[in-house]
């Protein structure tokens, strides 16, 4: 293990005990502020509006032991950014094998039925070593502290990117992919984020340990920067940028402290963080309309809410209690946002983490750690309830299923058609939808089309064609199929598409 590990677990331990955030980082910073700022912390804005509500938690749960391990010779497995994609929990994390080339952190990666493991990397063995040092690079030895988000068939993979085997000058890459494990990295091989430098710190660990999640069409990068100059006296604070283009080379907007602002570079002066710590992870909660920051805090970790324009905490914090020796990575859906719970999708929101729990040098023993929120107010709003039922069918109020998709109702008449099209059927109605708009009506006979490479799907009375999958569920609706052209296929006017 490099000594910018060794130097960076230790001066983590030592702060351990005196700062209510404990710092044990990714990639960790090494202490070189200067005297005069050792007692500043960081800078998280002006004081938010209004009194945060209390939200109510249970469910708490943790996994019987370590999930996930590099195998082989990794010394240490920290840092992980989990998702839900495809049926699978799907995880990627730092360490460090011999077997990849350059010698530096390893951005790992395997996959399990559920976050409780055992994760394994299909056909190869506990882990696979997907991203390593671009030797002559930004990243030349050291690729680290991986959070991973996957927009249309994309996938995203943020990184800190270090050059040698040292401790300061970090800076944050981009890699994509279209399976999540074959990676080529983006923007030529160039950082896509710099320490600003707003202190002079010599020798300063630099912008680095990402988290991203992609939210009404803006990619939302939050980062730690030591050299900020919100950045507290140990470099503590996380940042956080916004661009629809993912590489963050156009159209940036930064966080500061009168809200988000275009910024040239985005490296311009960074002077306000939004929460006080390393290695943090975050998601966008749909049903609490606000983003949760898990962060470590004596006690296990701490989640921290921020709305949507970053002006207020609309709620208390929540912990997550448990042993800890590193950054938490949140479970989440592909694009940052966080899971749907079935059994209750507009009250409950389950809050699922994975962080290393031993070795305060090299921290491994990845193991999960979640609870509930048991009172979210996800279906309050006609608004908020289309967004949070996304691939639901709920009752309507015409004694019909309305199938919500895309922030649309489809009102289905047969009930053996709304279940083989939804996720799942909500058995209660929403007051909050009683008045949102019905984009479409299926009824039992509707016609369908199909066209050879296009699929099938339903032509409703407005002339709009619905693309849906199984095919089966053509059948279920007594519907007569007819056959068209590519080309006819592609000049009808389209709803969404149900695609299960």
Known sequence: ?????????????????????????????????????????????????????????????QS????????ADAPYNYGPTVMLDGGKTRMWWCS??????????DVLYAEAETVN????????????????????????MHTCDPSTIKVGDTYYLYYTGAEGDHDFGNQIGLATSKNGID?????????????????????????????????????????????????????????????????????????????????????????RAIVDAFSADWMWVEQLDAFAIAHQTDGGTTLTFWDREFTRNPYEQVLIPGPWREGPGLVRQPDGHA??????????????????????????????????????PGCATAERALRVLDGFAVLSPKRTIDLVINEQLLRVERRS???ELASKIVEKHIPALDDAPVAGRLTPGTPAKYAEG???????????????RPASVVELNSSPVGEVSPTVWDAYAKGPAILR
Request: proline share 9%.
């Open 96 to 105: 460090q094998l011999g077997s990849a080339k350059p010698p530096g952190d």
């Open 417 to 419: 058609v709304a279940e």
């Open 183 to 271: 990676w080529e990295r983006a923007n030529d091989g160039r950082p896509i984020v710099s320490p600003s430098g707003d202190r002079p710190v010599r020798k300063s660990y630099g912008a680095g340990q990402p988290a991203a999640l992609y939210l009404d069409g803006w990619f939302y990068l939050m980062f730690t920067d030591t050299t900020g100059a919100a950045a507290g006296w140990n470099g503590a604070g996380q940042f956080v940028l916004r661009a629809k283009d993912p590489t963050f080379q156009d159209g940036v907007q930064a966080l500061g402290r009168d809200g988000f602002a275009d910024t040239a570079s985005g490296s311009e002066r960074r002077d």
């Open 117 to 140: 493991g055992p994760f394994d990397a299909p056909g190869v063995g506990k882990s696979q070593p997907v991203l390593s040092g671009n030797p002559g690079g930004f990243d030349g």
């Open 454 to 468: 296009r699929g099938v799907g339903f032509l409703l009375d407005d002339g709009m064609l619905w693309q849906v």
């Open 339 to 376: 899971p749907v719970s079935a059994a209750n999708p507009c009250g409950t929101v389950p809050v699922d983490v994975v962080r290393a729990t031993t070795n305060k040098d090299a921290p491994t023993g990845l193991r999960h750690f979640g609870l509930d929120i048991t009172d979210a």
């Open 64 to 71: 019987s032991g370590v999930i996930a391990d590099g195998g």
């Open 1 to 61: 293990m490099s000594a910018r590990h060794r130097f960076g677990r230790m001066a983590a331990t030592a702060l351990a005990s005196i700062a209510a955030i404990a710092v044990a980082v990714a990639c960790t910073p090494a202490d070189g502020t200067p005297q005069y700022e050792r007692h500043r912390p960081a800078d998280t804005g002006p004081p938010p509006k209004g009194e945060p509500a209390q939200l109510a938690t249970d469910a708490a749960r």
